[in-house]
């Protein structure tokens, strides 16, 4: 089930480090790509940092429309985002990338970028217009403005994978192909203070 | 064994989003402080960045410095993880964190904050001075200058974390004493070009 996350929350659907898809859409055209270079960067106002090529459609998207979604992909959906990170949304002649890969979207709350079916969180983000991060960095900026995740692996706070879906980790991309994906929770205390 | 990481692969010891620890130097004083809020930003030549909350007494020496290390813990060090990160140095009365928390380090190659043994990476990095993102969202961006990795569990470029090892594995704070360690590595090939 899809259950809001509070937006003072929302940075800890990325503190563990997977990796995004980012969505956009303007002008009645929509596209999504992958992101590894992602970070939480604020709790309240919650606020992330994704970086965002020069030369992706996605960056035209995002620039023309102040806004994108970061979707976070589990491992059922390693393929497509390998895909989406591969292929330039420029080059598909005909649709666009979610219909050549048949993917499945839902209208997000807050913003007109369409969310990915199938992803375990989502981040309905509002640019903060940066434009010397942006040039000179390809970095974004955005308020979370609404959040979502799937209560089977986050709640309460809390991601909590169950064993018997693997399929539901994040993934975490590394290079050609290869991804790692997120393990076994565990709690620390800290050391006693008069140590 | 320790390993030099080649630059424009260095990206590849934060791609898969594990906490870091921040070590930092000057005027013969020295911290470390705990950062999950962290990324790879390019990639030649390789730029990183991590928060670096305006609180911390760290942001003092890497100010002062314009140098800062980001050290990849494993699991062995997850209570270190935390007890750096909940602690400031400058509440510690006699020593620094590293006497308090019995931390051994070795020097750097090319800077002067100390790197932290026991990790798994670590990445040597010049500030590069922005006043805006420093002011204004505590962001700070470096330049990897040199990098390292424990072959046992990075070589060639890859993370290769072996079963029979559990505490080499990276660690992913979450909130509250409560992490993810990586888990399993797989890899996928894209869709046919013509689907």
Known sequence: MRLPVELPKAYRLLNHGPTVLVSSAHGGRRNIMAAAWNSGLDFNPAKVMVVIDRNTWTRELVEASGEFALNVPCRAQARTTLDVGSVSGREIGEGDKFSRFRLETFP?????APLLSGCVAWLECRLLPEPHN???HDLFIGEVVAAWADSRVFSGGR????????NLRTIHYIAGGSFLAIGEAFDVSPSPQDS
């Open 159 to 166: 991601w909590h994978f169950p064993d018997s879906e693997p």
């Open 134 to 136: 942006q040039q000179a």
């Open 108 to 112: 997000a709350s807050h913003i007109a």
